[in-house]
């Protein structure tokens, strides 16, 4: 699916959704609930993960569903704007969703939180690794990706490994942007280290001008990237007009293939940190299991990708959950059922809850885009 084709999806789809009408479960439904970017600069990312959970929740109604109830994913666009997210947190919960599903974004998912905590409504695999969004503890909150801090630490640990320690920092000026700053500092701090150099850029924008003037003024040899792909791309681009020869890093939440396409040639060399295996050959079950479905939903023209697998994971790791929660289970039963889940073996993919840890996972890889859109190991 190329970009022209990903805009058009999310135009169809974000004025579908909000026409459907939500109703609330019956013996034969399980509602889900979505808030995501489904329109605007970080559309891509809201729609492969979505693409991704379909995969597995179509599969999976085709065999009967779970428990016999079919599955029933219900996605409303905010553009990632946290107040547009909060409102259709709302309507979701007040329209019967049994579970709010793959949120997309830190500061639309610190808006959805509290809404659905109030309404002691499960709170499942949101797309962002924020700490404020895992502690305190929540009892209905459920994390499948690992955290920004893990994330960030990799990146460190890599790259003061080969002898840099000149990091500057371009970031999101929100709540997004700002923990992925805070996990870069907590790792460079045991080293002795602080960030050389930081720039902000507003969320759906590009205007990056200031942010590296800023950041070049301090020299690094790397610079970590903690924004949405848009933004992340104009810097790649900027930076290096202005010199910069270093390599940039970027987190998972970029969107890797969306990040790529949007470089195109400027793409080579830059480094994403992974919170899932990687999808592009069957190198582990649970990327076969994903190309497979993919296959045999589009066929030639399924284009596998980091956001599409992790919706996938996610789906699977719920699914079991509920499964195991028993038929005509309410809260407390899918709860239970989630928390049962004691490192969950996906494929390659491990998931580990219990009543006391809602943070499944802290997978995390490296990887490497190449000038012709490729994604390197």
Partial sequence: MNRRQILRRATGLAAASIATPLWAQSAGRIVLGQSAALSGPAAALGLRFREGAMLHFERLNAKGGVNGRQIDLQSLDDGYEPDRCAENT????????????????????????????????????????????????????????????????????????????????????????????EGVTRALKPLGLEPAGLGTVERNTVDVDAAVKAIMAGKPD???????????????????????????YNVSFVGTKALADELGADARGVVVSQVVPFPFTPSSQVAGEYLAAGKAAQGDKFEPNYSSMEGFVAARAFAEGLKRAGANAGTDALINGLESLRDLNLGGFFVDFSPTRHTGSKYVDLTILTADGHVRR
């Fill in 90 to 181: 709302r309507k979701l919960i007040e329209g019967g969703a049994f579970a709010l599903f793959g949120y997309i974004g830190t500061p639309t998912s610190l808006a959805a939180l509290p809404l659905a905590t109030q309404a002691k409504t499960p709170f499942f695999a949101p797309f962002t690794g924020a700490e404020a969004l895992r502690a305190p503890f929540n009892r209905y909150a459920f994390h499948v990706r690992a955290s920004y801090y893990d994330e960030t630490a990799e990146i460190v640990r890599q790259t003061t490994a080969i002898g840099i320690k000149r990091i500057g920092v371009f970031y999101q000026n929100d709540s997004y942007g700002k923990a992925g700053l």
């Fill in 222 to 248: 790397a610079i970590v990237q903690i924004s949405a792909y848009k933004s992340c791309a104009a810097f790649i681009r900027a930076a290096r007009k202005a010199g910069f020869g270093g390599t940039f």
